[in-house]
């Protein structure tokens, strides 16, 4: 079992950023990649950035150039950084782990694929 507490959102202006952050607990080492995601108003839940265990990241066209993803491992903690911010970035970001990483021990812990979500954090850009 992992679990995800996010903070950091908030209202601000047009132009503007702010700083997500999400703390993992419980089977982190068993972690492969952590993710933000987001869902706006009658939306689908969209993939805003991921960054994988072996240090791969990516980013959806959207916040390319605006939006930054960084892991600090040894706090078990995943960021987001968002500048540059637009109306259309309003939405719940949610912070997801998947388990498990390419490890013995952790395939045999969790045979298959696991998410794991955290609560989610409203961000919300005034035009």
């Known amino acids: 079992q992992v679990q995800l507490v996010e903070s950091g959102g908030g209202l601000v202006q047009t132009g503007g950023s702010l700083r997500l952050s999400c703390a993992a607990s419980?089977?982190?080492?068993?972690?492969?990649?952590m993710a933000w995601y987001r869902q706006a108003p009658g939306t689908e839940r969209e993939l805003v950035a991921r960054?994988?265990?072996?240090?791969?990241?990516g980013y959806a066209d959207s916040v390319k150039g605006r939006f930054t993803i960084s892991r600090d491992s040894a706090k078990n903690t995943v960021y987001l950084q968002m500048n540059s911010l637009k109306p259309e970035d309003t939405a719940v970001y949610y912070c997801?782990?998947?388990?498990?990483?390419?490890?013995?021990?952790?395939?045999?812990?969790?045979?298959?694929?696991?998410?794991?979500w955290g609560q989610g954090t409203r961000v919300t850009v005034s035009s």
């Open positions: 419980g089977d982190t080492d068993c972690i492969s990649g």
């Open positions: 960054h994988s265990s072996e240090g791969v990241i």
């Open positions: 997801n782990a998947d388990l498990p990483r390419s490890d013995y021990f952790c395939q045999a812990q969790f045979p298959g694929r696991y998410d794991y």
